[in-house]
């Protein structure tokens, strides 16, 4: 008796093998675009810190203080917890939402006795991207001029 068609047994191991073939494709896939949404987090950090840092240069005292005349810069850091409460412009220099995710941006001015003669400050533009696990964060140093 010549029985061309499939046993039970037969369409269930395969059943099983295809399983195991798609179910390890679709982990890996998760994967990747969980590294795809992180690589482009920290993308838009390093960006954004690169892009603030210009800003400064154009226009210094948007972001931090006029240096004393008297003295040098010590360390100062300017964020969103130095704006005013009311002050919503400052905040947005500070707190910047892009794709749904708020990125916070920190400055960190320092200026020796040299830089102050040549009117230079050294400026670190520190981004972090809040609640974020793992943490993702930038950080960019330049000097800026002032006259």
């Known amino acids: ?16 093998i295809l399983s195991i073939i798609l179910l390890s ?9 969980k590294t795809a ?18 800003r400064i240069k154009v226009d210094p005292f948007s972001y931090i203080n006029i240096p004393d005349d008297n003295r040098p810069y010590g360390k100062i850091t300017f964020n969103k ?22 990125y916070n941006i920190s400055v960190a001015a320092t200026q020796t006795e040299s830089e ?11 981004v972090q991207l809040t609640d974020s696990k793992p943490n993702i964060s930038s950080k960019v140093e330049g000097y800026v001029n002032y006259e």
């Open 1 to 16: 008796m010549n029985e061309n068609g499939l046993t039970l047994v037969e369409i269930l191991v395969s059943i099983v």
């Open 81 to 102: 917890d130095n704006c005013p409460e009311n002050n919503k412009t400052c905040q947005s220099l500070f707190l910047i939402p892009i794709n749904n995710r708020t």
């Open 25 to 33: 494709f679709s982990s890996l896939f998760i994967f990747s675009n």
């Open 37 to 54: 949404v992180s690589n482009n987090e920290k993308l838009v950090a390093v960006h954004l810190a690169k892009a603030t840092l210009e």
């Open 116 to 126: 102050e003669n040549l009117k230079f400050v050294n400026i670190v533009v520190e």
